[in-house]
T-cell receptor
Framework: GESVGLHLPTLSVQEGDNSIINCAYS??????FIWYKQESGKGPQFIID?????DKRQGQRVTVLLNKTVKHLSLQIAATQPGDSAVYFC????????????FGAGTRLFVKA | NAGVMQNPRHLVRRRGQEARLRCSPM?????VYWYRQLPEEGLKFMVY????????ESGMPKERFSAEFPKEGPSILRIQQVVRGDSAAYFC???????????FGPGTRLLVL
């Protein structure tokens, strides 16, 4: 079936290092992808998005890479900080008359000081 | 400029009771989405609504669950005759018309005893 999945459930990095969180998707027809950050007890917070006609997009300290050939998405966080500790979800948005978003299971990022 | 509001933040119900969850979208947003999240899992799409219309309810259980977004007032997710398996965090998101990016509320944590 269709799914958006993650390779690793947890990731531990040293403060100041770069983090890479990976995600696989299965629907080749998907055309919009989003990364969300969710801190404990809070709702998901939009980080960055990318459309299928792009392979890279940069934000402030974050970069999203899209490889449509292997249906793979990654989130890179530069100079990871303790405040980056959270669960990160990749999500796929499909226009079904509205924009239904399919979430992956999430990766928990731990930042060690 | 208030974000998406949800209330109550925590709700405790006994089996068989009704749960009503409310969501006020961001100002100017005409679309509302409801998601359910179990512990350590991603968010599962439930329903997408515009004012007075249900656009996509493919993620809603066929029984006991209903949602509305009236012309005036918040969107309501209603769960009748709750069971323990309904215990979860329920998130609402909103977006402007014709825009994919969704902004999430803080969620309602439902506990069924």
């Amino acid at each position: 079936g269709e799914s958006v999945g993650l390779h690793l459930p947890t990731l531990s990095v040293q403060e100041g290092d770069n983090s890479i969180i990976n995600c696989a998707y299965s629907n080749s027809a998907s055309d919009y992808f989003i990364w969300y950050k969710q801190e404990s007890g809070k709702g998901p917070q939009f980080i960055i998005d990318i459309r299928s006609n792009m392979d890279k997009r940069q934000g402030q300290r974050v970069t999203v890479l899209l490889n449509k050939t292997v249906k793979h998405l990654s989130l890179q966080i530069a100079a990871t900080q303790p405040g980056d500790s959270a669960v990160y979800f990749c999500a796929e948005s499909r226009n079904t008359g509205g924009f239904k978003t399919i979430f992956g299971a999430g990766t928990r990022l731990f930042v060690k000081a | 400029n208030a974000g998406v509001m949800q209330n109550p933040r925590h709700l405790v119900r006994r089996r068989g009771q009704e749960a009503r969850l409310r969501c006020s979208p961001m100002k100017g947003h005409s679309h509302v989405y409801w998601y359910r999240q179990l512990p350590e899992e991603g968010l599962k799409f439930m329903v997408y609504l515009q004012k007075e219309n249900i656009i996509d309810e493919s993620g809603m259980p066929k029984e006991r669950f209903s949602a509305e977004f009236p012309k005036e007032g918040p969107s309501i997710l209603r769960i009748q005759q709750v069971v323990r398996g309904d215990s979860a965090a329920y998130f609402c998101a909103s977006s402007p018309q014709y825009q994919e990016t969704q902004y999430f509320g803080p969620g309602t944590r439902l506990l069924v005893l």
